[in-house]
């Protein structure tokens, strides 16, 4: 090696510490997922189904950001929206609605509808605002689907694909209207 | 404003180019752009250990600017792309040679930094005087925080004025360091 030249060993160790450095930063993510799936158990979810969705979301959250790119930056903003479908049928259930049976349905899947609204309008406002590409979309889109499936599956499957739909009904206007 | 003496030595190779050139790099790591690694690297080592050469003494130098180097890329994903990445850097390399100095304090081998190299248009008590001073700056400049450090060594490398929140936080460091100055060596 010449003088003055990079130690190749020193540069393998600058990497490896800038890929632990990245890690630690995406890991910093996992008090926010926890506390997701903490807010859902204390509502009453299944504690089995709350730790299938949190362990998903922790990792394709870790595993974006860690990542890094259009799709690491989307992992906040997914979040987020998340929160909207996460927190509006476990709030219905907290202020007192009966939640079992074809009761649930009656106010929870609405709920769950209305949350996925105000989530694809969070995610098409944050795309258009920074003029992010479809790795974007996809990755918020992913995050905030997990997020508020903590919450929607108050109302079964129905309560999630009713959120997903929301998603997309409140979501597309907003991001067409923005790129006219 | 007069340069401190570490950075009069490294800022004229990284002027203009190279320090965008740099900041550039910083904001692809930081995002996640790993293409963006080996050309930082390459900009970031010689500045690095340049620095550490002038804040502590030879043989510790290498050591210091390995420290400070690891350090940078570990923190690269922090990154904050308004900030200078140069003088970031240097932050955290000048937070190296304090923690060394502190160390070494402790132990009690504690040893002066060592000197400017000789300049032939200057008289022997002027080279004194500029080395001492060189020497006493340094020393003070390595009690302050890294923020502190980082802040005083962006204003040394650019002329041009910037923003109000950079002037404050430039003269809450400048305060810092007159005090520590002061602490240090009385009113002189």
């Known amino acids: 090696m010449a003088a003055g030249e990079p130690d190749p060993r020193l540069e393998a160790r600058a990497r490896r510490a800038y890929e632990l450095g990245r890690l630690r930063a995406a890991l910093r993510l996992a008090p926010l997922v926890l506390a997701a799936a903490g807010a859902a158990i204390v509502c009453g979810r299944p504690l089995p189904m709350t730790c299938a969705l949190a362990v998903a979301l922790l990792l394709l959250s870790v595993g974006l950001a860690y990542a890094g790119g259009s799709a690491g930056r989307a992992v906040y903003p997914g979040l987020l929206a998340g929160a909207a479908p996460l927190a509006a049928p476990l709030l219905m259930a907290t202020v007192g609605h009966a939640c079992f049976g074809p009761a649930c349905a009656s106010l929870g899947l609405p709920a769950c509808i209305l949350g996925g609204s105000l989530a694809g309008v969070v995610i098409a406002r944050t795309t258009a605002r920074r003029d992010a590409d479809l790795p974007f979309v996809l990755g918020a889109l992913a995050v905030a689907a997990l997020t508020g499936a903590l919450g929607c599956t108050i109302a079964g499957a129905a309560g999630v694909l009713g959120m997903l739909a929301g998603v997309v009904v409140g979501g597309a206007p907003v991001l067409a209207a923005a790129r006219r | ?188």
């Open chain 2, 1 to 188: 404003m007069r340069r401190l003496p570490a950075e009069r030595e490294i800022a004229p190779g990284v002027e203009g180019g190279e320090r965008a050139e740099l900041r550039r790099l910083m904001v692809r790591l930081a995002d996640g752009d790993r293409a963006a690694f080996r050309p930082a690297f390459a900009l970031l080592w010689p500045r690095l250990r340049a620095f550490a050469a002038r804040c502590v003494a030879a043989a510790d130098a290498e050591d210091v600017a390995q420290a400070a180097l690891l350090r940078v890329f570990s923190r690269a994903s922090e990154y904050d792309a308004e900030r200078d990445a140069l003088a970031w850097a240097l932050g955290i390399a000048a937070w190296e040679c304090r923690t060394l100095r502190r160390t070494r304090q402790r132990r009690r081998e504690d040893h002066v930094a060592p000197p400017d190299p000789p300049d032939p248009g200057e008289n022997p008590e002027e080279m004194v005087i500029a080395r001492d001073l060189s020497a006493a700056a340094e020393a003070v400049l390595g009690t302050l925080r890294p923020i502190d450090i980082e802040t005083i060594t962006a204003a040394a490398g650019s002329r041009k004025l910037r923003g109000a929140t950079f002037r404050k936080r430039l003269s809450r460091a400048l305060a810092r360091l007159r005090i520590a100055w002061r602490a240090r060596h009385g009113s002189r």
